[in-house]
């Protein structure tokens, strides 16, 4: 069975820090593109950033370019979203979602229950 | 970037009703296009993608049409367990973006 379990999320104040963490179970994690989805509190979807299998290829939302980093640690089957400067407007819940086929843009098909970030003072 | 409208935004219906959604993208994106299924608190769950393809385990009563710029999802016979928020997503182009989501509740 697929699993995705994110973790790290809580309360952090505007201009900090914070790093996400996915574990991922029942597949073979390094043959799939990986991505992290964002829904802000009563909003829709937003596809925050995602990540070639081997990690050599990474795309981000303008929003979070020069800010957010997305990372995969084959070994430990894990995907992780390190986010620096944080803004209030980064406040949603974060999914871990995987890559419904083997191309650069995709589907998802399985997410993970996701974590909440949120940025206050 | 890629657009994407769906309507109506929130309607309410009764169990047994056929229902339709519509999502329209701002230029043609092909058939890459899913849908997904949300109830509060929870994930979204894949229920279309290649605009018509079914995911594995998901009822029949689901189907989903178009191509191009405007696509639907159709429910033949809602039942009390899809009361839920609907997104479609285009995946033609960078970082795929999805509508703004229709609400189905309950009349």
């Known amino acids: 069975e697929v699993q995705l379990v994110e973790s790290g999320g809580g309360l952090v104040q505007p201009g900090g820090s914070l790093r996400l963490s996915c574990a991922a179970s029942g597949f073979t994690f390094s043959s799939y593109w990986m991505s992290w989805v964002r829904q802000a509190p009563g909003k829709g979807l937003e596809w925050v950033a995602n990540i070639k299998q081997d990690g050599s290829e990474k795309y981000y939302v303008d929003s979070v370019k020069g800010r957010f980093t997305i990372s995969r640690d084959n070994a430990k089957n894990s995907l992780y979203l390190q986010m620096n400067s944080l803004r209030a407007e980064d406040t949603a819940v974060y999914y871990c979602a995987r890559a419904g086929q083997q191309l650069a843009v995709y589907y998802f098909d399985y997410w993970g229950q996701g974590t909440l970030v949120t940025v206050s003072s | 970037a890629i657009r994407m409208t769906q309507s109506p935004s929130s309607f309410s219906a009764s169990t047994g009703d056929r229902v339709t959604i519509t999502c329209r993208a701002s230029?043609?994106?092909?058939?890459?296009l899913a849908w997904y299924q949300q109830k509060p608190g929870k994930a979204p769950k894949l229920l279309i993608y290649a605009a018509s393809t079914l995911q594995s385990g998901v009822p029949s009563r689901f189907s989903g049409s178009g191509s191009g710029t405007d696509f639907t999802l159709t429910i033949s016979c809602l039942q009390s367990e899809d009361f839920a928020t609907y997104y479609c997503?285009?995946?033609?182009?960078?970082?795929?973006?999805f509508g703004q989501g229709t609400k189905v509740e309950i009349k």
């Open positions: 230029q043609g994106i092909s058939s890459y």
């Open positions: 997503q285009q995946y033609y182009s960078y970082l795929g973006t």
